[in-house]
């Protein structure tokens, strides 16, 4: 397991600066960002992608299944002398909140490939938004090198190898259980599996709930990856792009910008 994935304040950090230098300088691109526009990050983890949010004068909420994240998240946020609202909840269990209550933005980050019902999910997030709202949407698409978020192992031999996601269950499992991993990672990480999220299946999704895709952005070097190993981001090439399937293999984020058609 690498360090930031231990320790938590240093992620929330990472997750601020990438944040802050490329998710919103994208969304903004389609959506001005300023005083008074209401945002909610679901999936939120410790809130680092809000923080840069919050600078700019927005009004934020983190939803979250997870307490743990969202007792740091409160942490985090205090320590930073930032104010924001954060709901430990699951979010396809939240009820539509009136119009005049819903969001200029949706924030959802890492979040659908982990998701079962993800034509629920995609339909549900988009119920949440303003007339004019839009969502900002970053996975890695599941046959990249790192899509089966392998990377959480504690084994340092299991969390480097690549691609050996796409191997038959029970071979990725039981490599991962000579390595040493608990039952519990091991467990994840077979439910990612299983949660698999491709380019060409979330846009079929979004047809299929009529949701409009605005833009979608692929990265060959994700930028997190800046903070992570000190690489430089950069986009996948327009021609490999434009390749169906092909380009699951070497796009290791995906971003989109979508809204309620």
């Known amino acids: 397991m690498q360090k930031r994935h231990s320790d938590r304040l240093s992620y929330f950090e990472d997750s601020a600066c990438t944040a802050r230098e490329f998710y919103l300088p994208y969304v903004e691109k389609f959506r001005p960002i300023g005083s008074g526009m209401r945002i909610l990050e679901v999936g939120c983890g410790e809130g680092g992608n809000l923080l840069p949010f919050v600078e700019r004068g927005c ?15 409160k942490d985090f946020f205090e320590r930073s002398g930032c104010n924001a609202r954060f709901i430990h909840a699951d979010f396809l269990a939240l009820k539509v909140p009136p119009e005049e209550e819903r969001y200029d933005l949706l924030v959802i980050h890492d979040v659908i490939e982990h ?87 979330f846009e079929h999704l979004l047809a299929m709930n009529k949701c409009a895709l605005i833009h979608r952005c692929l990265w060959f070097i994700n930028p997190h990856y800046k ?20 380009r699951n293999f070497v796009s290791t984020a995906c971003f989109y910008i979508t809204h309620k058609g």
């Not at 009004?59 to 998240?73: F, H, M, P, Y």
């Not at 340092?156 to 029970?170: A, D, E, T, V, Y």
């Not at 090439?237 to 092909?246: E, G, N, T």
């Open 115 to 201: 998701i079962h019902p993800k034509s629920d999910f995609i339909r549900h997030a988009h119920d949440f938004l303003m007339p004019d709202g839009i969502i900002f949407w970053g996975f890695p698409a599941w046959q990249m090198p790192f899509g089966g978020h392998q990377q959480i192992c504690k084994s340092k031999l299991c969390s480097h190898l690549p691609f050996i996601h796409l191997l038959p269950n029970r071979l990725y499992n039981g490599i991962l259980q000579l390595c040493g991993e608990s039952e519990e990672c091991r467990k994840e990480l077979l439910d990612i599996k299983r949660t698999r999220m491709t380019i060409e299946r």
């Open 227 to 246: 903070k992570k190993f000190d690489l430089k981001p950069r986009k996948l090439s327009q021609p490999i792009a434009r390749l169906a399937y092909v």
């Open 59 to 73: 009004e934020v909420t983190g939803i979250d299944l997870s307490a743990n994240r969202i007792a740091q998240a």
